[in-house]
């Protein structure tokens, strides 16, 4: 009799007001609202809305319709072209290798550590993201270009430049690239909860084994992201490359290089060149969204089979909490699930 | 012995950590030096000062009762667990338990987290979301205990069954229900044979109907428990119907000894 009353006395407040039930909106509730707000939305936002997708996918329509389709094979198995994908395929994956190497650590004590001039140095990393790439390819000349502070250094005492070759175009990728996966870990970092690394701690584990086992795991997802928008920047990258590490063929022509100059001469080329560029783009997208987007996490944990509802706010969090940081379990069952 | 046969020990006393009750046995020298609970329970006397925020309290929990810390949000409960937890350093005070001593700020003293024999149940669990049940179970076995990988999950795997979940061990966190994960998280907790649990709150994040269940399941088990519990709570029916003893927080203070 008491139980009874005590449990419609204490249910409510329990699920209204315990940062539990805080941490997101329902699901449920979350998709309910995207509902009814689209079928209000007015035209003033639609009209200028289907502009701006037209003018984004038109271009990538033009590339489309007037690609020389019939002579794409001749034009794409010149050795030149060919020379320049593999080139580019290479420096951006090693300055992609360069930025995980070294941008992983940093995210992870800008996000866990404070010490004085902490804001101004995340500001000061983050910089290249929006400084033109030519500035960042005058400025890398400026200081490891043969004549530059530290490059002639550099080049006395080991007899080692860097402009104007391969390792300089890795080094041009990487300024700009690195900023990318630097800001998507530490932004995981941040919002990851750290209280996990706190039950962690009470389960016995040291730092060392709680990085290892729970604080990189929750956060793999943006990672694989970071990894993904570095080494499609470090693709693209041109003014820094061009500025810094000059255009010769074979060495620091990279895709994107190669079409530019293809313009000038052969318009035809510069598309076939332009169209696998877009091609390499698309493809990666598309493993992205397949592996990483929430939709599809949700059919996944539909098919692991959940027999019995999600109680309340507690199933709700954990849920919420999973599809922003589940890692490499995903890939787990993504694998697992394939071939049913 | 415990670690060699598990299973052995666990039909006739489920949860009871054999070794805590030798240490008490070995230390009987305990009750010389003090009542109940000194020798190995809790014994603590906690002051974390947080901005204008004074918590000083004193606890003392003895091995096999179960005390509630009841409060609204920002008594001071969540920092008193901390502390106790060895998350969060002591001010001024002293933790002892079962005769060791895990914090005291004056003798400059403080056993990290990681190496206190204390197991935690949160209050929305925090079970690992990348791990499957079993493997958050036997996370703790791996890391405190340095066990090996297929003995540890044998191991978790028992506990699992013997909170009646062990179908459930190949689950990940985001499929098992609110009363299911409960279950896990203090099997998770339990394995590495605690001398002290805390629970964080333990029936806040379910609904009505699974609070009843997990709250028959608690009262079942915490009392078979060798080790001092302690359970913060926001609801005096929970203390009421789970604890042995209630200690009541207002702003960081004990306000009145329960009934």
């Given at each position: ?44 936002l ?9 003018f984004?996918?038109?271009?990538l329509?033009?590339?489309l ?46 996000a ?31 200081v ?9 250094s ?9 402009p ?11 300024f ?7 800001v ?9 909860d ?22 990189v ?8 992201a ?61 493993a ?30 954990d ?5 922003a ?13 394939g071939?049913? | 012995?415990s ?8 039909p006739?006393d ?41 918590l ?13 810390v ?14 106790l937890a060895g ?6 005070g002293?933790?002892?338990?079962a005769?060791?001593?895990?914090d ?8 990290p987290?990681?190496e ?9 669990y925090?079970l690992?979301?990348?791990l ?23 191991e ?24 299911q ?6 099997a ?14 333990p029936l ?11 709250r ?7 009392p ?19 604890a042995?003893?209630t ?13």
């Amino acid at each position: 009799m008491t139980t009874d009353a005590s449990l419609s006395w204490s249910g409510p407040p329990a699920q209204t007001g315990e940062p539990a039930g805080s941490d997101g909106p329902h699901p449920a509730r979350r998709s309910g609202q995207r509902r009814e707000t689209r079928k209000r939305v007015p035209w003033v936002l639609w009209l200028p809305g289907s502009i701006a997708v037209l003018f984004l996918l038109l271009p990538l329509v033009g590339l489309l319709i007037r690609a020389p389709w019939t002579g794409l094979a001749h034009l794409l198995s010149e050795k030149s072209v060919r020379q320049a994908l593999l080139l580019s395929l290479r420096t951006s994956t090693e300055s992609t290798v360069l930025s995980l190497v070294f941008g992983v650590p940093l995210a992870w004590l800008l996000a866990r550590t404070r010490f004085p001039g902490h804001t101004l140095l995340r500001a000061l990393v983050t910089l290249p993201l929006v400084l033109p790439p030519v500035v960042g390819g005058v400025s890398l000349l400026l200081v490891l270009g043969r004549r530059g502070l530290v490059g002639e250094s550099l080049e006395s005492w080991f007899g080692f430049t860097l402009p104007f070759s391969t390792n300089g175009v890795v080094v041009a990728q990487t300024f700009v690239a690195m900023p990318f996966l630097i800001v998507s870990v530490e932004g995981a970092l941040n919002s990851s909860d750290r209280r996990f690394e706190d039950a962690a701690a009470t389960l016995g584990a040291d730092y060392w084994t709680t990085f290892r086992r729970v604080t990189v795991p929750l956060v793999a997802p943006a990672v694989a992201a970071g990894t993904a928008l570095c080494w499609a920047r470090a693709l693209g990258e041109f003014g820094a490359t061009i500025t810094f590490a000059g255009n010769f063929p074979g060495t620091t022509q990279t895709m994107p290089l190669a079409v530019y100059l293809a313009l000038e001469t052969d318009p035809d080329a510069a598309i076939a060149l332009s169209l696998v560029l877009l091609a390499v783009c698309v493809t990666v997208l598309v493993a992205l969204r397949a592996r990483w987007l929430p939709g599809t996490r949700l059919i996944t944990r539909l098919r692991a089979g959940r027999t019995d509802p999600p109680a309340t706010a507690t199933a709700t969090a954990d849920t919420s909490m999973i599809t922003a940081a589940e890692g490499g379990g995903d890939t787990h069952s993504d694998g697992s699930g394939g071939p049913r | 012995m415990s670690t060699a046969r598990p299973e052995a020990n666990a039909p006739t006393d489920p949860t009871r950590p054999p070794t805590p009750g030798e240490a008490g046995a070995a230390a009987g020298g305990a009750d010389a030096t003090g009542g109940v609970g000194e020798g190995d329970g809790l014994d603590a006397r906690i002051v974390v000062r947080r901005g204008t925020f004074l918590l000083d309290v004193e606890v003392r929990v003895a091995r096999g009762e179960v005390v509630a810390v009841l409060g609204r949000s920002g008594a001071g409960k969540s920092t008193l667990l901390r502390a106790l937890a060895g998350l969060l350093p002591l001010d001024a005070g002293r933790i002892t338990l079962a005769g060791q001593v895990l914090d005291d700020p004056r003798e400059r003293r403080f056993v990290p987290c990681e190496e206190r024999p204390v197991g935690v149940v949160f209050q929305d669990y925090l079970l690992f979301p990348h791990l499957r049940a079993r493997d958050n179970v036997a996370f703790g076995l791996r890391s405190r205990l340095r066990q090996g990988r297929r003995g540890s999950r044998t191991e978790a795997e028992s506990w699992l069954t013997r909170f009646g979940v062990g179908d459930l061990a190949d689950r990940r966190p985001a499929a098992l229900s609110g009363g299911q994960a409960q279950r896990v998280a203090l099997a998770r907790a339990l394995v590495t044979r605690p001398r002290l649990l805390l629970l964080d709150e333990p029936l806040s994040a379910l609904d009505t109907s699974t609070r009843t269940e997990v709250r028959t399941f608690l009262r079942g088990v915490l009392p078979t428990l060798s080790a001092p519990v302690l359970i913060v709570t926001h609801d005096p029916m929970d203390a009421e119907v789970l604890a042995d003893r209630t200690i009541a927080l207002a702003g960081g203070h004990q306000i009145a000894p329960a009934v």
